[in-house]
C-alpha cells in the first residue's frame, strides 16, 4: 500500500494550486479530483479578473491573501505563459451616496496596502470609458486590477505539480475518511488512499469533507452568478474594467474586457440549494440586460456570444475558513468564495506556514523542473496562427481547425499529448480555445471531437 504525505481533495484552483506547492518540498502528494479534469468545477466559470484586493474587509485573511495572491500570480504568469491583461478598472458612483462612498473606498483600498487607487470626476470617467451609460457622476480608479485566463492558471498549476511528481488522481471522489494514530484513509469510488495529512480544498463539497473528518463548523451556500459574453467585435467599446461600488451582497455587476478578445457582463448573485445548478436563466439574463442597458446602452447592440453560470461557495462566515486540525492531521480550506483565482497561490503558501507549524517538514527540493511554460490562449500576445516562425517549423499550427477562435491543429494535438490532458470537448476549449467562437462548434464540433476521440481512443462526452 502506498501511503502518501498529502492528500489534497479537490483539483480546482486551489487544490491544483496547493499540490504544486507542496509537491516542491520533501513531500509526496496526491491530487484526488472527483471530475474527470482539473478546474472543472467553480474555477472554470468566474470573471477572471486578477483582484488587487482593494475593496476586502480590512485584516481579514481574504484580505491578505488576495493582496499577496495577486503578486504571486502576477509574477508566476510570465515564466508560465499565463495571460495577464492589466487593463485597470474604474469604479462609477451613480448617485450621490455612491459619490459620497468612493473616498472611503479609496481608504479601504490604502487599509488593504494598495495605494494606487485615484478618484477622478465625470469627464474623466467619460474619457476613459467613452461608451459609459449616462448618469455617472464620478469615479475611482484602480489601475493594477486585471483580467487573467483562469483556465491556464489552474491547468499551469496542475502541469507543475505533475511534472515535480505529484499524483494526479481523476475520477476519485472522496467518499469517507477514517483518521488512524498515523494514516488517514480516505475511501473513493475508485479504491482508498492513504495519506499522512489532508487537505480539503473541495470548493463547494469543501462543508461535506469537513462534516466525514467529525467537524461541523460551516455550510456552503452555492451564490449562483450568471453571466453573458458578447462577441468580439464588442471589444472596442470596452478598454477598462467598469464596476459598479460594492454592496454587502458582493460585487456586483461589472463589464469587462476578457482575456479571449470578448467582453463580459455579469455576475447575477444568488443563493441557490442545488450545488450542481449551473444553469442560466430567464430571471439571471434579463438582470443582466436591465442592468447592461444602464452601465453600456450600445453594448447591448452587439451579439451574444454565450451565456454561462459559476458557483460561489459562499458560508455564513465573513472570510475564509482556513483551519488546521494538528491531531487529525488535516487542514482546511473552506469557503473560498469569489476571490479564489487570485489568493490560490497565497493559500497554497499559507497552507505550507500552517503545515510547518504543525511540525510537517516543508523544506524545498533542489533540482525542480523548471517552470512549464504553458500554450498562449490570450488574444493580446501571439498565438500560433500568427506567428510564422512557427509555422515555418511546425506548418500543424499554420492549419486552423477552429476558425472562430482561430486554434490550429497544432495547439489541439499539443493539448492532448500534454502532461495533464483533457478528457472532454469541454477540457480541449479550455486549454485552445476551440468550439468557444460565435458559432460554438457549429462549423468545427465535428471535427475537433474527432481529433478527440483518436487521441483518447473513446467516445468524447
Ligand atoms: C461568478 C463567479 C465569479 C468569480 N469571479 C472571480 C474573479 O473575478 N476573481 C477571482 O479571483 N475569483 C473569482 N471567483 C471565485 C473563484 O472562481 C473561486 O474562488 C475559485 O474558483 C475556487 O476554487 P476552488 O479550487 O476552491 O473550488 P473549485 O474550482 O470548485 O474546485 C473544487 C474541486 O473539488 C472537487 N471536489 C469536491 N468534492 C470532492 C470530493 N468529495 N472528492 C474529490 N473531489 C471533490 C470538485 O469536483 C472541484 O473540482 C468567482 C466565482 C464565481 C462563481
Redesign the pocket.
Known sequence: MTVVDVAV???????CAVARELSGRHLSVAL????GDI?????K???????TGFDATPGTLESRLVRRGYDLLSAYAVPAGIPVERVGAVLVAWDDEQLATLPTLLAKAVANGYERGELIDVDEVYRRIPHLGAGALGGLVIPDESIVC?WTSALAFATEAVQRGAALMLR???TGIDVGAERTVLRTDRGEVTARWVVN?????AD??DRMLGHDRFTVVPRR?E?IVFDKLARPLVEHIVLPVPTARGKGVLVSPTIYGNVMLG?TSENIEDRTDTATTAVGLDLLLDKGRILMPRLLEEEVTATYA????ATEHDDYVVEVDADQRYLL?GG????????SMALAEHVVELLAASGVGVEPRDGLPATPRMPNIGEAFLRPYADAERIAVDPEYGRLVCFCERVTRGEVRDALASSVPPSDVDGLRRRTRALMGRCQGFYCGAEVTRLLEESTGEGAS
Open positions: 481533495v479537490g483539483g480546482g484552483i486551489v487544490g484526488l479530483e472527483a471530475r478546474g472543472d468545477v467553480t474555477s466559470a468566474n470573471t477572471a479578473i486578477l483582484h483562469s476519485h471522489r472522496v480544498a473541495a470548493g463547494l463539497g461535506v469533507l452568478g453571466l455576475p459559476g458557483l460561489r461557495a480550506l473560498i468564495r469569489s476571490t479564489g483565482l487570485t489568493a
